[in-house]
């Protein structure tokens, strides 16, 4: 239901109240999975959303103003400048190390909280609960879904073996039987004048659930030594 046009303090309090449980129970979700902005980031930010359309809301009425008030005080300043001051905390929880982006579904939490808490603050309480039911069902019921969707991976691999050309068609002929597929990157004098270390592109679709690639790593190193395996994407989250 919508609250009215000029609310008691029983209603603000409501909405505040309604607010902080919104912002509890989604930032749970970001603080148990060891994230930046989590359990008071996410009240704190749609607290400032709910209170900044409060604010808005108590200056709608037109009672004591004038009919040219209304012309030189734009109120949808407040709640929009709110979303934009979001962006730039959402910005900061979002990290880019070469190819590795995490953060990104963070940032998507922060903005969401935003929303609901200015249809909280605004009295639409209806529609910022049923936003909080669908946010909370999409970080904790869906997450199983995206856990078991095949995606893409990239890693580096770095072999140490004796000074070899064969082993730049090896590789990618080992990992080809197993689905992956490898692309030479560089070569590079190992720390003992014998060896070399040579690196490769790894890419690869596998659901996230079925773990890092051990199998992989297994057979590669039965045949060369494997020296370094570092990831080069991530998910995003």
């Known amino acids: 239901m919508n609250m009215p046009l000029e609310p008691s303090w029983s209603d603000i309090a409501v909405r505040l109240a309604l607010t902080?449980?919104?912002g509890g129970v989604?930032?749970?979700?970001?603080?148990?999975?060891?994230?930046?902005?989590?359990?008071?980031?996410t009240i704190l930010v749609g607290l400032a959303a709910s209170v900044a359309m409060i604010q808005t809301n108590l200056l709608l009425p037109l009672s004591g103003k004038t009919s040219e008030?209304?012309?030189?005080?734009?109120?949808?300043?407040?709640?929009?400048?709110?979303?934009?001051?979001v962006g730039f905390i959402g910005g900061g929880t979002i990290l880019k190390k070469g190819d590795l982006v995490t953060g990104v579904t963070t940032a998507a939490t922060l903005w969401l909280m935003t929303v609901i808490g200015l249809c909280l603050g605004?009295?639409?309480?209806?529609?910022?609960?049923?936003?909080t039911?669908?946010?909370?069902?999409?970080?904790?019921?869906?997450?199983?879904?995206?856990?078991?969707?095949?995606?893409?991976?990239?890693?580096?691999?770095?072999?140490?073996?004796?000074?070899?050309?064969?082993?730049?068609?090896e590789v990618p002929s080992l990992v080809r039987s197993m689905h992956y597929s490898a692309r030479f990157h560089e070569q590079k004098r190992s720390p003992d004048p014998d060896m070399?270390?040579?690196s490769f592109e790894l890419s690869w679709k596998r659901p996230e659930l079925d773990g890092?690639?051990?199998?992989?790593?297994?057979?590669?190193?039965?045949?060369?030594?494997?020296?370094?395996f570092e990831l080069t994407t991530n998910n995003g989250r």
Not at 122 to 131: A, C, R, S, V, Y
Not at 151 to 164: F, G, I, N, S, Y
Not at 213 to 228: E, G, N, Y
Request: contains cysteine; aromatic residues 8%.
């Open 20 to 22: 902080m449980l919104a």
């Open 26 to 41: 989604i930032g749970f979700n970001r603080g148990a999975r060891g994230h930046a902005a989590g359990f008071r980031t």
């Open 69 to 85: 008030s209304f012309a030189v005080m734009d109120l949808m300043r407040l709640p929009l400048g709110i979303l934009t001051g």
């Open 122 to 131: 605004g009295g639409q309480l209806m529609l910022g609960t049923i936003t």
């Open 133 to 169: 039911a669908l946010a909370v069902l999409t970080l904790w019921i869906l997450k199983w879904v995206d856990l078991v969707i095949p995606r893409e991976h990239r890693a580096r691999l770095t072999v140490t073996c004796p000074a070899q050309w064969n082993v730049l068609d």
């Open 196 to 198: 070399m270390d040579y």
């Open 212 to 228: 890092p690639p051990v199998d992989l790593l297994q057979t590669i190193d039965r045949r060369f030594p494997v020296k370094s």
